[in-house]
């Protein structure tokens, strides 16, 4: 395998099992197509496709490591933390996204409540025509909707208008704690990631206090090369890897042809100074 940071590693992307629109083996070929050589499906708050991701990425001698993105609530508001070549039979991981997805379904049907209440109704119906795993219905698949009924032009405008705090369609959920979702990681032998740190809205002191916890409950990584950041939060971000003493990895965070700006593995590689999470995971990758 190439060494260190000149690998085109995308360790961060969505199948149908989640709210991205193609199968766990249509995105392996998309990622054997555009150059990946390590690549890792994380879908969220789920680990079914993960058999298949790894079947595929053999199929076409790509290596692989087990993914998952998993919803966290920190500070009152979501976090997403990445998991990496941990064990997918492991059961306190799998019992603990069970937790994470359960209240989605009913989280949902408020959405819809609160959407009717703005004039669109049918939206639950509407999303579920969307959704690939009944476990699994999201903000995406009603944003899909909303695209699809003409509401708004693209997913983003969907997110800008509804979905967000203060908007129609917004339910504040409850997702797992930080130290429940790292653990869940660590204990299944992988590696916990800081997901696009630079999305969230944080004050300084709030990602200060993030990364001081993440890390004191043995997370050992954040995402700094990612769909979601500017070329500037790439070295922002470098500088928090290096400051927190945390390793560094690189994901599109790619869901759907039609929706997103990042392909898989068309991001720049990583700053050379930075320890690529990789190097933590050699015995883990398949
Ligand atoms: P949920 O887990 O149901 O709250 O949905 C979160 C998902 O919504 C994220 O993983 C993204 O795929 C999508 N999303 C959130 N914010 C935006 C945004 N501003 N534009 C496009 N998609 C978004
Ligand atoms: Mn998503
Ligand atoms: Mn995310
Ligand atoms: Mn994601």
């Keep these: 395998m190439t060494p260190q ?29 555009n150059g990946v050589e390590l690549w890792a499906l994380t879908d969220h708050d789920e680990i079914g496709g993960q058999h298949r991701a790894a079947a595929a990425a053999r199929t076409h001698g790509m290596h692989y490591l087990t ?15 990445v998991g990496l070549g941990f064990d997918p039979d492991d059961a ?14 009913q989280r949902a049907m408020e959405m819809s409540d609160s959407l009717a209440k703005a004039g669109i109704r049918g939206a ?63 204990s299944a032998k992988g590696v916990a990631v800081i997901a696009h740190p630079g999305r969230y809205k944080f004050t300084p002191n709030e990602e200060y206090a993030l990364f001081t916890e993440f890390k004191s409950h043995g997370g050992q990584a954040v995402e700094v090369v990612t769909g979601s950041h ?21 994901g599109s965070d790619f869901h759907s042809p039609d929706e997103s700006h990042t392909d898989l593995g068309t991001l720049p590689f990583l700053p050379g100074h930075l320890t690529p999470v990789w190097e933590l995971l050699e015995d883990r990758i398949r």
């Design 230 to 250: 500017s070329a500037q939060e790439y070295v922002k971000y470098a500088e928090t890897a290096k400051e927190f003493g945390l390793a560094a990895s690189r």
């Design 5 to 33: 940071n000149i690998l085109n590693a995308d360790l961060h992307c969505h199948s149908v099992v989640s709210d991205g629109t193609m199968t766990p083996e249509a995105l392996a070929e998309r990622a054997k197509t």
């Design 124 to 186: 639950y119906e509407g999303a579920l025509k969307f959704v690939g795993n009944p476990d699994l219905i999201s903000r995406t698949h009603f944003a899909r909707f909303l695209v699809e009924t003409g509401v708004c032009k693209e997913t983003s405008e969907v997110f800008r208008k509804y979905l967000t705090e203060g908007k129609p369609g917004y339910v504040p959920h409850r997702w797992a704690s930080l130290q429940d979702a790292v653990a869940w990681i660590t």
């Design 92 to 105: 306190a991981m799998q019992q603990g996204l069970r937790n994470t997805r359960g209240g989605r379904e």
């Design 67 to 81: 993914g998952t993105e998993i919803s966290v609530t920190f500070a009152g508001e979501t976090v997403h933390i």
